[in-house]
């Protein structure tokens, strides 16, 4: 193991020429550098944000949801009982393919669409209703006793929005008074000594607890078919954090993460507004939210961050091992933002000559045009209905979604 930590720990990866990790170990007297050690105490600190969510869910947010009549109560094709069919998709395929539904075909005596059909409505079975989605938020702002007021002044964001807004907030408080907020050139001066103060790491251990819950929750939450882009994302940037933190690169990795919280609480917001049914809300939230994204992700992103941590750090410390790393996982961040602006660009663009947001493309629920109801309560191809109230498909995680608007439900829509 010490052979392996000595490895790992090489000063020639991760420290500039010429300076060792005992120059850092003896700091003058009330100076303090960044330690790889620091870092464990974001992992009790996402444990904690976690278990927050979990009892947020269960005992705020749910009666939050109930004031803006959001009930659980949602449209599902339900299968009928089949015991040969359940078989397969709880051991074998959710979705199988010609071959398995050629095999269930003649063994049932079903038609090969029928029994794509039943697949289709048992996996919608297991998705999880608007108020389980909503609650998955978080109120940030209480200011009536009002219904009425309740209704329009509380912003039932996912949970993510407080965690956003707040981290936005303190970052851009933080930052306001730092010189490398103004001129990026400080984020390299006498570095690596560049002295850790309890506001920076206050700030980078809470948003990266965060992150560490993300990904936990990732494995928990609604899935979707970006649940890889999604991973990647929050690897990426927990890499960034734990790897700027440790080789004292702070001061630009501040820059990154204020960057990056300055769209993400919009979008929260505007997805609680559309739960809420708020549709002018919702759209004006979703186009700003597009706008600030651009405008941080697209220019402010590459033209200030890469610029400094490329061009200026290449001027003033000179490249090392470690510094091609930390440029690559942010040249990774942008070609994801790259990713996430052409979809967003496409609902926006709905959203303005529309004159609403579109369909959720990331759809958890599965639905088909051909489903038509009997008298019976049955479609008469082997699915049961359950009648309620129609509502939007929601969305999951802090990376680029569009929103589902209730009145397109009414159509089909399709998984993507």
């Given at each position: 193991?010490?052979?392996?930590?000595?490895?790992?720990?090489?000063?020639?990866?991760?420290?500039?020429?010429?300076?060792?990790?005992?120059?850092?170990?003896?700091?003058a007297?009330g100076?303090?550098?960044?330690?790889?050690?620091?870092?464990?105490?974001?992992?009790?600190?996402?444990?904690?944000?976690?278990?927050?969510?979990?009892?947020?869910?269960?005992?705020?947010?749910?009666?939050?949801?109930?004031?803006?009549?959001?009930?659980?109560?949602?449209v599902?094709?339900?299968?009928?009982?089949?015991?040969?069919?359940?078989?397969?998709?709880?051991?074998?395929?959710?979705?199988?393919?010609?071959?398995?539904?050629?095999?269930?075909?003649?063994?049932?005596?079903w038609?090969?669409?029928?029994?794509?059909r039943?697949?289709?409505?048992?996996?919608?079975?297991?998705?999880?209703?608007?108020?389980?989605?909503?609650?998955?938020?978080?109120?940030?702002?209480?200011?009536?006793?009002?219904?009425?007021?309740?209704?329009?002044?509380?912003?039932h964001?996912?949970?993510?929005?407080?965690?956003?807004?707040?981290?936005?907030?303190?970052g851009?408080?933080?930052?306001?008074?730092?010189?490398?907020?103004?001129?990026t050139?400080?984020?390299?001066?006498?570095?690596?000594?560049?002295?850790l103060?309890?506001?920076?790491?206050?700030?980078?251990?809470t948003?990266?607890?965060?992150?560490?819950?993300?990904?936990?929750?990732?494995?928990?939450?609604?899935?979707?078919?970006?649940?890889?882009?999604?991973?990647?994302?929050?690897l990426?940037?927990?890499?960034?954090?734990?790897?700027?933190?440790?080789?004292?690169?702070?001061?630009?990795?501040?820059?990154?993460?204020?960057?990056?919280?300055a769209?993400?609480?919009?979008?929260?917001?505007?997805?609680?507004?559309?739960?809420?049914?708020?549709?002018?809300?919702?759209?004006?939230?979703?186009?700003?939210?597009?706008?600030?994204?651009?405008?941080?992700?697209?220019?402010?992103?590459?033209?200030?961050?890469?610029?400094?941590?490329l061009?200026?750090?290449?001027?003033?410390?000179?490249?090392?091992?470690?510094?091609?790393?930390?440029?690559?996982?942010l040249?990774?961040?942008?070609?994801?933002?790259?990713?996430?602006?052409?979809?967003?660009?496409?609902?926006?663009y709905?959203?303005?000559?529309?004159?609403?947001?579109?369909?959720?493309?990331?759809?958890?629920?599965?639905?088909?045009?051909?489903?038509e109801?009997?008298?019976?309560?049955?479609?008469?191809?082997?699915?049961?209905?359950?009648?309620?109230?129609?509502?939007?498909?929601?969305?999951?995680?802090?990376?680029?979604?569009?929103?589902?608007?209730?009145?397109?439900?009414?159509?089909?829509?399709?998984?993507?």
């Open positions: 193991m010490a052979a392996l930590s000595v490895w790992f720990w090489n000063e020639r990866f991760w420290l500039p020429h010429n300076v060792t990790w005992a120059d850092l170990a003896d700091p007297p100076v303090e550098y960044p330690k790889a050690g620091h870092l464990l105490s974001a992992l009790p600190l996402a444990v904690g944000i976690f278990a927050v969510r979990i009892l947020f869910e269960r005992f705020i947010a749910s009666p939050c949801a109930f004031l803006l009549h959001i009930h659980a109560a949602s599902h094709w339900r299968a009928t009982p089949n015991p040969v069919l359940e078989k397969v998709f709880t051991s074998i395929t959710k979705c199988p393919d010609s071959r398995h539904l050629d095999g269930l075909s003649k063994q049932l005596d038609d090969v669409r029928k029994v794509q039943w697949f289709r409505h048992r996996r919608n079975q297991d998705k999880p209703s608007i108020l389980t989605k909503f609650c998955e938020s978080i109120p940030s702002l209480v200011t009536s006793l009002s219904t009425w007021l309740i209704r329009v002044y509380i912003v964001p996912r949970w993510r929005l407080i965690f956003y807004l707040f981290m936005f907030t303190y851009i408080c933080f930052l306001w008074k730092c010189s490398w907020m103004w001129d050139h400080h984020c390299w001066y006498n570095y690596p000594y560049q002295v103060t309890p506001g920076l790491y206050h700030y980078y251990v948003e990266l607890g965060f992150y560490w819950s993300l990904m936990f929750s990732q494995f928990t939450d609604i899935k979707r078919k970006d649940f890889p882009i999604m991973f990647i994302h929050h990426a940037t927990v890499s960034l954090i734990s790897f700027s933190y440790a080789n004292n690169m702070l001061r630009v990795g501040s820059l990154v993460m204020c960057v990056h919280d769209s993400d609480f919009l979008l929260e917001a505007a997805k609680l507004a559309n739960y809420a049914k708020y549709q002018h809300l919702c759209d004006f939230l979703f186009v700003l939210f597009a706008v600030v994204f651009f405008i941080t992700r697209l220019v402010l992103y590459p033209l200030w961050i890469l610029n400094t941590t061009f200026e750090s290449w001027e003033i410390i000179g490249p090392y091992p470690s510094w091609w790393l930390f440029n690559s996982l040249l990774v961040l942008q070609v994801l933002h790259v990713i996430w602006s052409y979809l967003i660009a496409g609902i926006a709905k959203a303005l000559v529309r004159g609403k947001v579109s369909k959720d493309d990331r759809s958890d629920v599965e639905s088909s045009s051909e489903e109801v009997d008298t019976n309560g049955t479609n008469g191809r082997g699915v049961n209905m359950v009648f309620s109230r129609k509502v939007e498909n929601g969305t999951n995680g802090h990376a680029v979604t569009t929103i589902t608007w209730p009145q397109q439900i009414r159509s089909s829509s399709s998984s993507r």
